[in-house]
Structure formats: C-alpha cells, structure tokens
C-alpha cells in the first residue's frame, strides 16, 4: 500500500492549525528542542503513541495532497480504469467511462471477481495460472483480456495490479488499473497497412503460419494455415482465426494428448519469455496416414505486446527419406560421410557443404540424366552405384564409367559445362546425398579443397573411361565380366549384388547370350554363383585373376589417389 | 563508521530537505566513512514505536556512542556537526 496517500485523510480534523490540534501536539510534544522545530515549521509529523498513527502538520498534509492529486492524474492519464478488490478478489470499486456490459462497467462490476466477468480469451489454465499469482500476492501486469460489448464488437483490456497491505502487514486485497487496447490490438491484427503486407507475405508462404496473441488466441493465419483446417490431422493446425490456439493444445484428443501438453507447455514458456524458440517435430494420424510434424513458434521481440508466431510444416517425405536411409540430419553431422569425396573434405567446409546437401534413396533402374539434359542436382553416393552409360545410334547402350561411394556424378558441372553427355542409370540400389547444381557451382568456386578432390576425382573418372575403351575393344567377354563384378564389388562393398544378365549384356555391349556364356565358366570355375539375378563372389582372388589387367590397372589409380 | 538512522515522513517538504540536508554534510565531512539508513513512517509504521521517535524529520546517531539526536530539517549545520561528534571540523 501506499500510506502517505491516505494519510492525510485520516487525519482531516488537524488540517488547520486549530486550538485543539496545538494542545494535542503540546501533550505529545515535551522537549524544548522538538518544540522549536515544531514552530519554525522545520517538523512535517507527530507520531501519536497511543495509535501509533502519524499526525502530519499543515504544511505536510498540504504536499502530500498535492502528490495524491498527482499520482491520480498520472494514473488517470495511463488507465481507463481505476479499481480495487478486496481480500476475496471481488471487486470493491472501479473508477472510469462505461461502455456497454464490456466487463469494466462500475455497475455490474462490483462483487464480481475478474473471473466471473464474461472474458473469452481465457481457458481454465489460463485462469488458475492468474490465481495461484493472486494467492502468492504477486503483482502482475499487463493481462490481456478479451470481451465483446452490447453491439457485438470485440473489445480488448490489459489489466494491472499490485497486492494491498495493512499497516500490520496484513493482506487487504488488490489495487490497479485496467486499459481498453482494443483500437491497439486491432491494429495489431487486421489488415491494415503494414499489416496488410505482413498478411500478404505470409500467404505467399508454403508453411501454415499463424500469429497468437499472448493469451493464445489466432489474431492472424496465413492462406496455407486456413487452407490445412481441411485434413484436420494434426493438433489445432487450421483452426480459424479468433480460436484458442492453447486451449485446443489442451483439450487434444486422446491420441494427441501427450503432443498436444507439450506444444501448450512449450508455447507457454514462450508467452512467460522464459525461452526465445520452440521446436516440436511430432507424428499424427491424418486421414491421408500418419504424417510428421514440425511445429516452430518463435516470440516477437520486446513486451509489448507479445506475439508467437507459430509455423507449422509437414515433414513426412523427409523423415521417410531419414528412415529409410537410417540417416538422420543430426547424426549426419557428427558421423563421417559414406562418400570419399565428402569424407576428403576439412570438416568446416564438410559443415558448410552439409546444409546444402540432401539425402536422397535412390532405386535400381533410376536415371538421373540422359545425354543432352541439364543438369539438376550433382550426387554423392554413399552406397549406390551409378552407371554412366553411352549410346551410339541404334545400337544398345555401353558403358564407360561406373561411379559409387567413391566419386560423384554430374563431372561436367566441376568443368564449366552444364548438360550431361552420357546417360546416369542407377545400378545399385542404396543411397546418395544430392546438391543442387547452382549452390554446388558456387560452393565448387568458392573451395579449394572440393576443387582439388573433384579434380583428383575426374582424372581418375578419364582413366576409367579409357581404360574401358581399351578393355570394350581388346579383351574377351568373361574377362570383362569378371572386371565389372569386381569393380561393382569394390563400389557397394559387398560380395552380393543383384543383376540379371540382361542388365550385364547391356553393360558390356554384348548380346545376352554372350553375357549367358561368359558367367556359365565363371561359375564353373567356382568363381561365382548366381541365381535369379543375385549375384554372389566366391572367389575374390580368382576372379580377379581372370578378368583383364584393365582392372587392376584402374584399381591401383584409385587406391593411389585415395591414399 | 558513523552509523546514523534518518525518520521521515513520506515525501513530505521537510523530510524531503532533511536527507538532502543530510547528505550534502555527510559528503563533505564524512565521505565514505558512514552508514545511513532512512526510516519511512509510511513504510514502516511499527518501527517509529519501536524506535521511540515521534517526530519527523529527525536525525539519530546510533554509533558510536553517545547517542544524540536531531530534530528538524537539519538546515542548522552546527546543530548536526555537534550531535555528530565532528564539531571540531567545522570552519
């Protein structure tokens, strides 16, 4: 409490220097000195020991009046209303304009409890969080409250207060002031003006995107969120603007109820400013099957008046992708990449290189490009294997270069040139990371150390390709044969791979037949077997000496580049 | 160190010029070497029983010893260097 505002009140029989207030100050008063100061106007009060109470002399009670009509008018200035509430939180007074049944009228205010009055905004959280800050006798301000006025017109307040206390310390109830920010909230949340071009950038957004005031109501959703309320899938996601975006949170389904406590529980913090972010990735049932989640709210900056915005992306295609490569972002950055290339990489410029590369699964018989295309995206398999295949006229396709974790396709790009020349046929199922072609040339322009390895790279890529010239001119099928599963070996590091001899006959440029023959005395040497398409080597070393020195020729490249 | 102990009265216009009184003598004659603790009636009704002090402004020097009292706004400076022990100091 603020005593001296009342003290002169109290003590309003004293204002004039009258007889009986002399005699009274005569009889508290014994001392000389006191006296002298009392008539040289040099005391402001008298403490009487019987009440205990102060008696202030007329010049005091004077300023103190003034500085009560003071605070008054400041308060005045600053508030719509001003109120007080007794020790039960009922209402004992409220100062200001009335406006309609718009929850501050004097009338219908009095013995109610701010509780009571017909607030919106509010979910039971919401108001017991309010309560238990009453029953700790806190101050607390700024509380944004929402009500609607006789002509149906939403209204909004911000109320203030701070706990009163008796001279004994005694806790007599609440005093504080009360502001109509309607005008301000709607501002705030129309489209107007400024806000207008918010709107408009936030529609142009593929994200569902909302903005909450700091009870959590929707003041402002983007088209994509208005869009979403269609599928209904997942928690509050597309609810119309003027819903509780909390209490739905709160109120989640069974399924959604864990989900739906930590979003409300995180969104919450956020309003008390007790963290700048929250990031929630979560799974739910949608009509169309489960789909991941990722909610993102972040708090506008400074007090007043807080807003969340809330951003909200389906990421079900990249955490399928993540499952199904087992690879997920976060592990992606402390483990070392599969793909010799990314692994040769100083691990700053590999960080950098990461944020610009995605996952990619990539299934046996994809093509990535065909001769003449542009190229799109370079890949970086981790344990594919990409073809790379020529074709002259009619006659069927060949091929003169293999690439698996070892290199990258999309060569051309790290040489200026931005169509592919050959055909890029997936061969081995697995996975690869992929890069943009625009953000890897400049990436390529701007790093030493992915230049020295693409360039290592693609000597090697021409030793291979002339190697295999020779080999597809000079040496006989199962010699070939024999090269290509060790190379295919070497690329997915595994003795098993699954091709049918159709496939091999293509590879090789050879009939399937030629291709029927060569494997039949690989197998009768007990080199290899296969059935169906699967391929198994038996025997390593003994194939490696059946097939042609082209093998060991470009293998010996390889291993010495890499070391 | 010079302990004192000022009661006021709010921000009534002698209260108000005592502690201005009181701070510009204790800054010239003894800097850093005292303590002050003002004691509001409006904030703190109980204590001015306690402490046995009706009137307001006035100024107490708890230690050291002996204790001494001043009322009034302090605008008599002599008033204040006597009941302070520091008389000697004044020019």
């Known amino acids: 409490m603020n005593p001296h505002l009342r003290a002169p009140k109290q003590h309003s029989s004293g204002m004039h220097a009258t007889r009986g207030f002399e005699e009274l100050i005569r009889r508290l008063v014994k001392g000389a000195s006191e006296l002298q100061a009392i008539e040289s106007g040099q005391v402001d009060a008298i403490i009487d020991p019987a009440t205990g109470k102060a008696i202030l002399l007329p010049e005091a009670q004077e300023a103190l009046r003034e500085d009560q009509a003071r605070d008054r008018s400041l308060v005045r200035l600053s508030s719509d209303w001003q109120w007080e509430k007794d020790k039960h939180h009922r209402f004992v007074s409220c100062e200001g304009p009335t406006i309609g049944s718009s929850g501050f009228e004097d009338k219908t205010i009095i013995g109610k409890r701010l509780w009571d009055l017909p607030f919106d905004n509010m979910s039971k959280v919401d108001w017991r969080a309010h309560r238990s800050e009453l029953a700790r006798r806190a101050a607390y301000r700024d509380l944004e409250l929402r009500s609607r006025d006789d002509a149906g017109g939403v209204r909004y307040f911000s109320v203030s207060g701070e706990p009163i206390f008796d001279r004994q310390g005694q806790f007599k109830g609440y005093r504080g002031t009360a502001r109509d920010i309607s005008n301000l909230m709607q501002a705030g949340s129309v489209s107007q003006g400024e806000t207008g071009i918010a709107r408009a950038a936030l529609d142009a957004l593929s994200a569902q995107i909302c903005v909450l005031d700091s009870s959590g109501s929707i003041i402002l959703a983007n088209r994509a969120w208005r869009a979403f309320g269609a599928t209904k899938g997942c928690i509050g996601i597309g609810v119309p603007e003027g819903a509780n975006y909390l209490t739905l949170c709160d109120n989640a389904g069974e399924g959604e109820r864990v989900n739906g406590i930590a979003i409300a529980t995180g969104i919450r913090q956020l309003i008390a400013g007790e963290r700048e972010i929250f990031r929630y990735e979560y799974r739910c049932n949608s009509p169309i099957g489960r789909c991941w989640s990722t909610l993102t709210v972040t708090r506008s900056p400074g007090n007043s008046p807080v807003r969340m915005v809330i951003s909200h992306e389906t990421t079900t295609r990249r955490k399928r992708m993540e499952q199904l490569t087992g690879l997920d972002h976060r592990d992606a950055n402390r483990a070392p990449p599969a793909n010799r290339v990314l692994a040769a990489m100083p691990r700053e410029e590999y960080q950098r290189l990461l944020s610009g590369l995605e996952p990619i699964s990539l299934a046996f018989g994809d093509v990535l490009y065909e001769p003449g295309d542009s190229i799109r995206y370079v890949y970086f398999p981790s344990d594919c294997l990409i073809s790379l295949l020529t074709q002259v006229e009619d006659h069927m396709a060949l091929e003169v270069g293999l690439v698996g974790s070892e290199g990258m396709v999309g060569i051309p790009l790290a040489l200026g040139i931005s169509t592919s020349s050959v055909r890029a046929l997936v061969q081995g199922t697995g996975t690869a990371m992929r890069m943009e072609a625009g953000r890897f040339q400049l990436e390529f322009k701007q790093s030493p150390s992915l230049q020295r390895e693409l360039y290592r790279y693609t000597h090697l890529l021409m030793a291979q390709f002339t190697q295999t010239a020779a080999c597809n001119r000079f040496h006989v099928v199962e010699a070939r044969l024999a090269r290509w599963l060790l190379m295919t070996c070497d690329r997915v590091r595994s003795d098993q791979f699954h091709l049918t001899h159709e496939f091999l006959a293509d590879m090789l440029g050879v009939q399937r037949v030629g291709v029927t023959n060569a494997a039949s005395a690989l197998r009768r040497r007990k080199l290899i077997d296969y059935s169906r398409g699967n391929i198994t080597i038996l025997d390593r070393k003994g194939l490696n000496a059946a097939s042609c020195g082209c093998y060991r020729i470009v293998k010996n490249l390889f291993d010495g580049a890499q070391r | ?91």
């Open chain 2, 1 to 91: 160190m010079v302990v004192l102990r000022l009661y006021i009265s709010g921000n009534a216009p002698n209260s108000v010029r005592a502690i201005a009184n009181l701070e510009a003598i204790c800054q010239e004659h003894l800097k850093d070497g005292y303590k002050l603790e003002i004691v509001d009636v409006f904030e703190q009704p109980v204590r001015a029983l306690a402490d046995g002090v009706l009137v307001r402004p006035s100024l107490a020097k708890v230690s050291p010893a002996p204790v001494a009292n001043v009322v009034g706004n302090l605008s008599n400076k002599s008033n204040v260097l006597l009941a302070l022990g520091i008389k000697g100091n004044v020019r």
